[in-house]
């Protein structure tokens, strides 16, 4: 090396030169630049100092090897030895522990003596029971708990607790803001990235238990050899730590890859083809979970091609995997671009009358919402509709519609909302949690899915916070009655550390925020206002896309007597969907809850809302609000600088900015444009918006991710 | 916490339950997912255990606290405290240092007693140099130098050292294999990645001075005022580690942007408006280092459109940055779909006559090759042919052409290939190394410029290997003249430490590996070969492209009686293009380069090599080698198992066997191939093809990357 250097000199070298003169000396070592990059999500490893618990465990699945190893990894200073059984283990027969109560998946964690030392006791019935037990017992002791005292027991509430991927075999996300597809699908089944571990760790501690790889926009291409012995890889690689794999089928792909004519479901080719791609499938990966399908919705092909109903589109693919105990979600989420119904009603009316006539291994898959992931909207009216079939609830977790990655918007609330809802479907007290978890009807087969915001970048989710929602829905899909403020805690003190003036910073600003979001984006059940196709931005002076319910006008119908979407009687009659009482209080604006108010009347500007105030005045107060919000947000999170690493927290300032620019652009733009349409002014002492109306028309964003 | 677990449970807690019976106790904890992903590139931290090294800074310039913090941090049990110190600092002036020799970024690394105490001075003409002085400090010791001996001085041999990105906006990467765009173009200028810092300091280690930020094939909105703004960050970012920003521009920018009728350069509202898109991008960025332009080349925009020259485009956008000090970089990788001459010809037919009209601030960037960065082309003939102009050489970093990220493919020995060619331009010695560093004709502004194999993954370069690439690329671009096995060895210690057994198989996998990817995709100057589009995986049957030069058989034009392209006089007389002397050794087989044999010749199959085979035998054993190397590098990498963390070198054994799978297949699909065309048989003994031509056709990858 110095003969090179040597060699690539001009000017050759002297010996050592003499140096006289004063020296300013200057310290200050500025830090690396990567800190903390959030890699750790919430298995962030325990203190080093304190010493590693002493781990046994009786029996040799990998499984509960893994488990040790967590332990080992992140339990600390425990008082007692730590033993891992699984419940049928000889040695635990003897004691007639009531695990039969645990179901398949559920845990026991307890003191115990244990060949005559006192133990700490983790089981289960299953191998990821006790490793579901294991993470509960590290969740315990980050979130404060006495390791001495320790009792813990939970069984999952819902049996399929499901990611969905948007992720498309070419690497990019529909509606992912966290880089690229976390599936390097070019270099699988040979290369298994060590981040499909860490992903799987991630997972099991909450108790997710499966995942589905692609894109309900489904390439049929994933059902091809190639692509199969890649899903394979990966379920390999899932499969120790409980979680299953599931693919996103193409109704169409008998037509596409076995070159058939049809895909007809009752044509018997087509049948066979099915039943012979699920054995394929299931001879490469013997526990594979099943289907999900988005049929005839936003141009996907399905049933109703061939004038077939959407059971008997179901049905076919369910008897193709029933044999293998497969299982298939179909979604709900239709609208026809043939059906001049209100977009919010054509699900209900598609899959209400098919009640009872789906297979049993068939789950209906239903967005929160009847229309399509808003910052928030009424429960779907299918909840509590369709008693005979099993409810699977889609949440999106990643953030299409509130912000992408770069807003800070905790969605622990609105999904605590949704499950929350009463249906009254068989009187007070039917929430749809309880119609999820089949707690209604006495359904065994349930099932929660979250649309991932899980990507290739560092920190996963696309920013530190991102993270909660992916921790929340986990969480919630174990047991839907958790609070959203409780997962909150629990999330940043794992995330943060113990420091309670972080955490509480934290839980606070995560607790205002998805409110903050609607009042700027769209108060008082306002939807769908967003700009084309990125869905980034305001835009509800859109009115020129193909189809009437593309355009945001369509929404909020806007004119100069009044604002919101007549939907009862006199209009599109979407609350006869809902069980009488709810569909009786929907029917009065009086009784609609104000956060949902323009969701279902039309109301004039001057309508007098609780407050006193006139509609229009109540609506800059929300829009104001909204902003504030969020500037108060950058307030809380300056006074935690000095408590959180520096790269985690610039991140978050920095995105925080961001929102709060655009928390304004959202309210300037919506009210220079309600302005245009009512004529009406500001109230006294409002802000300005900084722009006309030509201005915000014009923005134009080509590259928005996501898209 | 344990109050939710209590909320949660279903079946109660009790108080510890006893437990008898035996306990098998199972060690072997896993390690964790991650263990050496290989971000720290070649920067990785110093033993932590050696002493940190005292460094003092004179003067308080941002990029010398920079050198001095990489001092601190990598610089280990330094036997003289470490002084940094520009050239003209009053402290030393008095020394009258040779320091006029080291020009604008040299710099000098010797000892001197400083305030009386013996110390290691690190200086230079600027505070860049200074930078350049720490970190080859800091290299001499990770590789075997001795600090207590140093004694280094080096100035780089070309101006400017540049990376071109062929980023797009919308975060995908053409011909990218390691993941999205580094830019996160979507939260800049807000969010600056830490990643963007170490993106600079990885390059600055190496004196990459420049970086052009997107693809040739721009997009008009890199130079609308939201991209401007968003160029500019990534400035700030890197300027205080030397590195100046670059700008692609599209050559029709002032129709698309500006909303001009015209784009011709002759127009004065054309030249107005580029004058003025100039100066808006330098109120921004005050040291932008200019503009890329692919012009008239696969479809792109360019003075040719008007009728006026490449030296007429060229100089109109060179007028546009002069008065700022900006150059203009102008790609001479042209060949037009009307132009029925040999493609390897048009780029020099083109450009020669123009040699002496380009602006003094142009630089005419020209790719190793003429046809498109195979894994070997004889030197492109426009070297040494346009003397009164600054030829900037043009390498490919990322390997489009030899295997993506997957295979390993150390790229100095073809990088070395070139610059060592002799052009005889000006009698022997007239190596394309003078040509571009400006030494043949006393050019002044001279250029190197690398595609860039940088993207978003952990590894920045899609594996280990390929930053190897990278770094060979920043070396050779200072130092043109320095050895490619030099180069592996410097890189592999500081990549995987001292452990000579390590390095010693790193560097002899590395050396032997270009070579095999030649082997295997096509010997003795076959090139083009590969299938359509993604330009992944053999098609050398390919033949029913629109443009024939997109067509392989339009290459090698094998027929039942020979193989290769004619360039002679007989043909397309492409070797007319060449100084006589070299002009002349090409017109015969017999004195041609056997490495080069068919990029000339059209040969017989039975063509008596100088081995004494045939052309077809002699293939057949080249074939056979290429596999066989790649079975080598296999066992090489093996017998280091035990000495490379477990992360990199699990990695690395799956991409060796992935790129032997596909070696053999480029080898079996070839064969078969000629075949079919030469009807001859393989010799006796070789392995008999896998598939018949027509399982070979049938392969399909609609998902390849970078495409």
């Known amino acids: 090396m110095l003969g090179m250097e040597r ?12 140096l006289a003169g004063s020296v300013l000396a200057i310290g200050a070592l500025p830090g690396t630049a990567l800190a903390n990059d959030g890699y750790d999500l919430w298995l962030a490893p325990a203190d080093k100092g304190a010493a590693a ?25 425990a008082p007692l030895p730590v033993v891992l059984a699984r419940a049928d283990a000889p040695e635990l027969a003897a004691l007639g522990l009531p695990t039969a109560m645990l179901g398949a998946e559920g845990y026991l964690v307890c003191a115990a003596t244990v060949a ?106 994933t059902l091809s050899a190639a692509y199969i012995a890649k899903a394979a890889a990966l379920a390999d690689v899932l499969r120790p730590w409980g979680i299953k794999v599931y693919l996103s089928a193409r109704f169409s792909a008998p037509i596409e890859l076995g070159g058939l004519k049809t895909a007809d479901p009752l044509d018997p080719q087509v049948q066979a083809w099915w039943k012979a791609k699920s054995d394929e499938i299931y001879r490469a990966i013997p526990d594979f979970g099943g289907f999900l399908v988005k049929a005839n919705s936003e141009g996907q092909p399905g049933p109703r091609d061939y004038h077939r109903t959407h059971a008997e589109g179901a049905n076919m693919l369910a008897a193709a ?41 068939v789950l209906v898959q239903v967005k929160n919402g009847a229309i399509d992931f808003q910052p928030r909207e009424p429960f779907h009216p299918l909840f509590g509709a369709m008693p005979k079939t099993p409810m699977m609830l889609e949440l999106q977790i990643t953030k299409e519609y509130l912000g992408f990655a770069t807003h800070l918007a905790y969605l622990g609330p609105l999904f605590e909302e949704v499950l929350e809802a009463d249906t009254r479907a068989k009187g007070k007290g ?20 979250g649309v991932a915001n899980i990507g290739r970048d560092r920190d996963w989710s696309g920013s530190t916070f991102n993270q909660a929602n992916w921790y929340a829905f986990g969480r919630l899909a174990w047991d839907p009655t958790l609070s959203a403020e409780a997962l909150a805690r629990e999330w940043a003190r794992q995330t943060f550390g113990d420091d309670p003036r972080v955490v509480d910073t934290a839980v606070s600003m995560m607790m205002e925020s998805r409110e903050a979001v609607v009042d700027y984006t769209g108060p008082f059940g306002l939807a769908h206002l967003m700009d084309t196709g990125h869905h980034y931005g305001p835009g509800p002076w859109v009115n020129d896309l193909a189809r009437p319910e593309w355009n945001p006008i369509y929404y909020h119908k806007a004119d100069r ?114 302005m245009s349409v009512n004529g009406l002014s500001l109230p006294e002492g409002s802000l300005a918006p900084e722009h006309d109306l030509a201005w915000y028309k014009a923005q134009r964003f080509p590259y928005a991710p996501g898209h």
């Open 321 to 361: 995997v029933a044999p293998h105990g497969g299982v298939v979600m179909w979604r709900a989420f239709v609208y026809a671009e043939t059906d001049p119904d209100d977009r919010a009603k054509q699900a209900y009316s598609e899959f209400k009358p098919l009640d009872g006539k789906f297979a049993d291994n």
């Open 7 to 18: 060699r690539i000199s001009r000017i050759g070298a002297w010996s050592a030169c003499l």
């Open 53 to 77: 618990a002493e781990v046994t465990v009786i029996g040799d699945s990998q499984t509960l090897q893994l488990a040790a190893a967590e332990l080992r990894r992140d339990l600390t200073a």
């Open 430 to 449: 039917s929430t749809v949690a309880k119609v999820v978890d089949g707690a209604l009807e006495g359904h065994d087969l349930t099932g929660m899915a």
């Open 116 to 221: 005559g030392r006192p133990s700490l006791l983790v089981t289960g019935n299953s191998d990821t029971g006790v490793l579901y037990g294991a993470f509960a017992a590290i969740r315990a002791q980050k979130t404060g708990g006495d390791l001495a005292k320790l009792d813990l027991t939970s069984t999952p509430k819902v049996r399929l607790r499901v990611l969905n991927h948007w992720d498309n075999l070419d690497g990019s996300v529909e509606r992912g803001y966290a880089g690229q597809s976390l599936w390097d699908w070019w270099t699988l089944p040979d290369f298994k990235d060590p981040r499909y571990t860490d992903y799987a760790r991630a997972n099991a501690a909450l108790g997710i238990n499966g995942t589905v790889l692609n894109n309900v926009n489904a390439s049929p291409d």
């Open 561 to 674: 007597s009044g604002i919101g979407f007549d939907r009862t009687r006199t209009g599109s009659n979407a609350v006869a969907q809902y069980a009488p009482p709810v569909a009786r209080m929907l029917a009065d604006p009086r009784t609609t809850p104000e956060t949902e108010l323009l969701w279902f009347h039309h109301l004039a500007w001057d309508w007098k809302m609780k407050s006193g105030r006139t509609l229009w005045q109540e609506m800059v107060v929300r829009y104001d609000r909204g902003v504030a919000t969020v500037a108060h947000m950058q307030r809380q999170w300056d006074g935690v600088k000095d408590k959180v690493d520096a790269e985690r927290w610039s991140k978050t300032a920095t995105y925080l900015a961001i929102q709060h620019n655009e928390a304004r652009w959202w309210r300037d733009a919506s009210l220079v444009y309600w």
